[in-house]
Every structure is written in C-alpha cells, then in structure tokens.
C-alpha cells in the first residue's frame, strides 16, 4: 500500500509508525509520460492537457486529422431491431393480380383459374369450376375439391352432392335455379398415395380471390358455408379451428351474410348431426328473408 506526506503526518499523530513507504514513480515510466505529452507541446491553439494513459479507466482521445477537424466521441448507436422480410402474397406472386381479378367477367374468370399457377395443386390437375346460375340467390361453398368433384366436372358430386340437393330442397331452393355452388379451393389436393387431403392455408388463400369474384359476380344474398374448411377459409380462420366455435351464428363476408353448417360428406357418416345442420339451414333462411323485406 503506497502512502503519501499527509498520510504519514496523520498516522505520526496518531502514534503509529507506518509500515509502508511511499513508492516513487520510476524514471522509465517517467520518460514514457514525457515523450507521450510531446507532441502537444507543437500543436497550435490552446488545448487541454492529455491524461496519463497510465491513470485508470481514462480513454485517450481521439486522433485528430489536420482535413477534418477533430473526431468528437460519439457513443455507438444502438443496433436497428431486425425485422423478417414480408412473405409475399401468394395471389400477388404469380398469375393475375387482385385488382385484375376483381374487375373480371364470367369468361374471364374461368379462363383466369384454369391458368393459375399459385399453388402447387395446379399442377398435372384440372381445376372444378364452380355452377349454378349466374345471377343466384344463395351462394354456397364448400371446402376442397374431390376426386368425385374432379371425374364429374362440377362440385359436390356423388353422394354429398345428393344429400345436398335435398337439403336445399327442403328450404324450397333448388341448383339449378337458386343456389350458385362452388369449392373455396379449385384443384383437388392430393395425398402421396393419391387420395383426397385437407389444402393448406397457402392453398386456400390462393383460391380465395376466385370465390370473393364469384361472389359478387353471382349477386347472391346469403352465404352458407359446408364445413370447417370453407368456413375458417372465407372467414379468415386457422382451418383447423373446429366447426363449433362458427355455427349458430351469422357471420359477415364482405356485405354478404353468412351462415356456417356442416358438410354433406360429415353428415352421411354422422346422421344425428342432421339436426344441426337442419337449424343452420333455418338460420340462412331467415336472413334471406329479412333481406327480402
């Protein structure tokens, strides 16, 4: 421990001789200070005394540069938070642009999805487009295309598409007079093996702009949806959300009503079920004709 004069005088007061004689500076580190403090000697102007870089936790200044003045000291700026790129649009990134597809015709429209390239189930498959009248009353959706769908050329074929066509029936509509229909995804998703699957969300949102297109094209005034997928996909929902949390509800497309129930295919292998989707039946109904007063 190094002490200094009045250290000393103040441990004589106090009758204890120290231990510690104060420590002289050696000549060499003397020296060093002397060549380093130099060159300010030289420089023009007044300026303020350089600290040792021997005194602890003292950074010497910056250089200076005859061109450019002295270098003030700035503390370094924060690094700017990283933000992921945006994913491009999956309708924006190949094929027909939304403004584009929301100013089409009929013709146009069809010529539109069959050459869509937005997803990888055009490819090697031939898209279902949708029928019904063109100016319709009710306008119903259903999920994905199937195989049945795909042989038949038109959507909810087979089975589910009869049950369909009586569910309707017993609301007095009927296809090819009231009812336009379509699928919200166009080309059937395939599983490895070659049998139907679920789309996924990019798949949907690729075919959605076509369905919204449809929609206004056909004029109708309810929606109804059949199951899950149609509707978590035209309502902005995860498509795995279950049904229950949309039905019993009127929901909203755009200015149009909709009304969620379950899909035909669920109901043949579910026949207790028929009784929600009777009370869903009852809810466009009415909405329709509350819309017709």
Known sequence: MNVNERDEVFLAEMGITPLWRLRRQPAAEEQVEEQVAAPAAVEAGPVAEAPSIHAPGV???PPRDPAWGEIPRTSA??????TP????AVEEEQGDSLDAI???GWDELRDAIARCTRCGDCAGRKPVYGAG???ARWFVAAGASSVADE???APLAGEAGKLLDNMLAAVDLARERDVYVTNLVKCRPTSTNGGDRAPTAEEAAACRPFVERELVLTGAGVVLTLGQIA???LLGKPLQEPLAGTRGKTHALGAVPLVATLHPGELLRRGGDKALAWADLCRARAVDAGRSR
């Open 59 to 61: 950074i010497p200044p």
């Open 77 to 82: 700026p924060a690094p700017a938070p990283w």
């Open 85 to 88: 790129p945006a994913a491009p």
């Open 102 to 104: 929301a100013a089409m």
């Open 133 to 135: 009248p063109r100016q």
């Open 151 to 153: 042989a038949a050329g």
């Open 231 to 233: 509707a978590n996909g």
